[in-house]
Structures are given as C-alpha cells and as structure tokens.
C-alpha cells in the first residue's frame, strides 16, 4: 500500500519536509479554504498539487469533497449543490487526483467526549463516553424524546452525571462534540461561531422526517448523478463508514455495519463507488467484524485507515495503539496488501493508506494539534504499521 498522511494544508504546522523523512509517499488533503458547496477550482488544485510535488510528494487523495446537509436531506438546492459538486470532480479529474473521500453522515462528522484520556504511561487517545454523549444529547442540547434513545442504565447515569457537572465540564463536552472535532475537517460548526449550540439544533431540525429508507434514497440519487463524472475521469469515490457506527442524536446513519456497505454498493454497483475502509471507525462498533468486512469489501475499497478501537461496554470505547484493539490491522495489511496485488495485475493502481489518529505522546500534548492528528502519535503509528506492511510483504514473496 501507499503510505499516505492526512495534512491541513500550508498552514499545517507539520510541514512536507518534515513528512518526507519519516517516509510518507501520498498526502491527503483537501482545499480546507473552500467553503462547502462551492466550486474546487482547476486553478486552486493545481497550485496545491505542484506545491505538494514540489517535496518529491503526491497528492493521493482528496480528504474530504464535502457533501452539503440539502444534499444529504434533499432539499430544494440539492442538484445545484450536486452540479457543483460535480464541476469540483471534473476539475480534480483534470489535475490527475482520482481517489475523493466523503461522507455522508447528517449534521456530525465524528463523535468523541474527551480528546485526551490518559493511558497509565502518561499517552493520551480519543475516548467516546457513552453517558456522557447521552448527557449532551439529553440537557444540554435537551432534544425532544432523547431519552428513548438510549436504554434506563445510561438515562440513570445521565441523571447521575446532572448532579455533579460543573458549568466548565458542561461547556468542554459542547465544545468537544460539536466545535473542536468539527471545524477542522469542514464541519458544520467552526471556531468563534456565536451560538453553536442554537445553530447546531438548527441544523437536526432540518432532517426532521428523514429516516433511514430516505437518507438512503438520497445517498443513491447523488451517487447515480456523480458516477458519469467518475467513469469519465476514471474516479473513485469512497465514503467514509459513520464514526461511531451507531444512530446519534435521532439522526439516521447508513453506513454502520456489512449490510449497510452492502447495500450502498448494491444500490450503485459501479466500481466507482466504493469505501474507505476505516478500520478505527468500524472497530467501535461491537456489531463489526472487521476482519470479515475487509475480506468481503476489499475489492471496492479505494482508501484505508488504518486505526483501532477497544470496545469498552456500555457504548464506551477507547482509540486503541496500533498494534492492538479489534481492527487486527495486521491481518487487514495483509487483505489489503494482496488486493493491491490483484490490481497491480491488473491496472497498476496502488492502493493509498493512511494512518488514522494517532495517541498523544511526547510534545503532542503541548502543540495545538487538531484532535488525533498529533506529530508524534501518528509518526510512531506509521513506524508500527510500516513494519506491518514490510513484514506482509515479505511473507508474500
Ligand atoms: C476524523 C475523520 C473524519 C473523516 C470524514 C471523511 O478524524 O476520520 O472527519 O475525515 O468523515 O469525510
């Protein structure tokens, strides 16, 4: 596989030289300036992809073209947003940068409660706290029928939780879930947004209605209008499975577990629409054998992360090291790495992997990182899996 590294751009403070001495090849990235629904421009992407072939780099993959919410709930502006959508994926096409993922999560990209729980060796990882993403859900944002959400034990920790969260605490969790994990990667909610929390309910209101069989309808209607662009320019589109995978916030979420991917794949079976297999996402859901979706799903998958979780019980999980936890990344370098064989065979296409977030270790704690995207964490995690793949390799001599 290609090793590839999620970078924010120029202003990233981890720079593309330091990248090339701990052996990245591919980068990924976006145009993080460009708000959502408006156009990538040929100009824009090409400046980004010499400045990134400059370092004796690749711009592998687009990390994320977003999908707008009214394309996700269908709403009036839905096929001008798609038509732009669309001009951004030619324009890509044009500047030779063929593997885009996407996801299409409403509302909220990934969901954590606390950005840094400590491990006993002084490290920290991304934690996602059951009770405490129920507390959010319940009073704070006090969204109607919430509690029929979640079973008895957790309302009973909710209310538990009520009578010690301090003002401080209750503003951290807002400010983690819906503004800290969600600007960077071109989220609904940004930085000094006044009244995120009012615009974030706004922002549920506008599914109200739209279940499962609809956000399904509509994944497929946008899926059906961007393949000619992609058959075209030979792109792949890889949709990034739901993180958690689990329903949030009544909102419906469709690509969580096998039969989800299935489905996705079924509904437009194009070699053009495929997955990104995030390992990290998919192994937070107790319900994913992450073993058995990479063998069934390796033929469409475009893109890998290579992450994992611990499934701590009661809807709790942990970003787990590398080397551990239920994505059993050893075996998916494996899967992965004779599937690209399989292509090389056949077309000469590599298949790009990332690794996904990183523990906070060493000077990560005290450099603003955005959230699993520390230096040192992420540099050691490559050093891990690089070691994975070299060994795979050689038992595929
Ligand atoms: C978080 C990321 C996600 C992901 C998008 C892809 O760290 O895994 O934000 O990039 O969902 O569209």
Known sequence: MEKTWRWFGKKDKITLSMLRQIGVEGIVTALHEVPNGEIWTEEAIMDLKNYIESFGLRWSVVESLPVCEAIKYAGPERDKLIENYIISLENLGKCGIKTICYNFMPVLDWARTDLKHKWDDGSTSLYFD????????????????????????????????????????????????????????????????????????????????????????????????????????????????????????????????????????????NPHNGLTFCAGSLSAGEQNDVVAMANEFASRTHFVHMRSCNVLGGGNFIEAPHTGGRGHLVELARIFTKEERRRNANNGIGLPMRVDHGKDILDDAVNDYNPGYGFYGRMLALGLVGGMMAAVEDELK
Do not use: S
């Open 130 to 269: 059951y009770a405490r993403f129920a507390y959010f859900d319940i009073k704070i944002l006090e969204r109607e029928g919430a509690e029929k959400d979640f079973p008895a034990d957790i309302v009973a920790k909710v209310e538990e939780l009520d009578k010690t969260m301090t003002p401080e605490e209750k503003h951290d969790l807002v400010y983690t879930i819906i503004v800290k994990t969600q600007g960077f990667v071109n989220g609904n909610i940004n930085e000094g947004d006044k009244e995120p929390i009012k615009k974030f309910k706004g922002l549920l209101d506008l599914y109200k209605g739209i279940d499962k069989a609809q956000l399904r309808e509509n994944m497929k209607y946008f899926l059906n209008a961007i393949m000619p662009v992609c058959e075209k320019w030979d792109i792949n589109m890889c949709v990034h499975p739901d993180d958690p995978p689990m329903e949030v916030l009544g909102l419906p979420r469709i690509v969580r577990t096998a039969e989800d991917i299935r489905w996705m794949l079924n509904a437009v079976d």
